[in-house]
T-cell receptor, first 112, second 110 residues
Framework: NAGVMQNPRHLVRRRGQEARLRCSPM?????VYWYRQLPEEGLKFMVY????????ESGMPKERFSAEFPKEGPSILRIQQVVRGDSAAYFC??????????FGPGTRLTVT | RKEVEQDPGPFNVPEGATVAFNCTYS??????FFWYRQDCRKEPKLLMS???SGNEDGRFTAQLNRASQYISLLIRDSKLSDSATYLC???????????FGTGTRLTVIP
């Protein structure tokens, strides 16, 4: 029973480049959440998606960040023109239509 | 005001000790409550849900006090493997996401 999969596990980008983070939910889960964790801080909600729909993006920065969850394939969190302040661990979680969320191993983004 | 507040610790306890963590939440519309555990540089893992009547899972006991908006986690007979950061997590009615506390760090010492 594969859990939530995320890749890459580590990603290094130079300032101004694009970062693409992928998340495959657990089998049977149709809800995907993205969270960001800055060093020494708690997890902060970014966006909640169901297949082909963004349900809640209230935690997403207004610029440079976007997310999608297509009908086929993983959910993608895209960060354009990355800056040093984007360096963080990005966790994806999935759930069936109840509240318990299960997390992937995260992608650690480092912007140099 | 933060949705969820926790004492960051650290708590350093000897093996076999009993340790308790507390957490308060600010939104009275909070409806679901959880404790997650996060090891260093790893993802959060669900430890247990917290029910109004309180619940126990082996050495772990969780309590909820809705009147005081307070959640607790008790760990009995601490093991070295319990060393981790414990996250208090809340879901608010009508919200799609979970609100995380910043975590309480526990180190169990041999």
């Amino acid at each position: 029973n594969a859990g939530v999969m995320q890749n890459p596990r580590h990603l290094v980008r130079r300032r101004g480049q694009e970062a693409r983070l992928r998340c495959s939910p657990m089998k049977g889960h149709s809800h995907v959440y993205w969270y960001r964790q800055l060093p020494e801080e708690g997890l902060k909600f970014m966006v909640y998606l169901q297949k082909e729909n963004i349900i809640d993006e209230s935690g997403m920065p207004k610029e440079r960040f976007s997310a999608e969850f297509p009908k086929e394939g993983p959910s993608i969190l895209r960060i354009q023109q990355v800056v040093r302040g984007d360096s963080a661990a990005y966790f994806c979680a999935s759930s069936p239509p109840v509240y318990e969320q299960y997390f992937g191993p995260g992608t650690r983004l480092t912007v140099t | 005001r933060k949705e969820v507040e926790q004492d960051p610790g650290p708590f350093n306890v000897p093996e076999g000790a009993t340790v308790a963590f507390n957490c308060t939440y600010s939104n009275s519309a909070s409806q679901s409550f959880f404790w997650y555990r996060q090891d260093c540089r790893k993802e959060p893992k669900l430890l247990m849900s917290v029910y109004s009547s309180g619940n126990e899972d082996g050495r772990f006991t969780a309590q909820l006090n809705r009147a005081s908006q307070y959640i607790s986690l008790l760990i009995r007979d601490s093991k070295l493997s319990d060393s981790a950061t414990y996250l208090c997590v809340v879901n608010v009615a009508g919200a799609n996401n979970l609100f995380f506390g910043t975590g309480t760090r526990l180190t169990v010492i041999p």
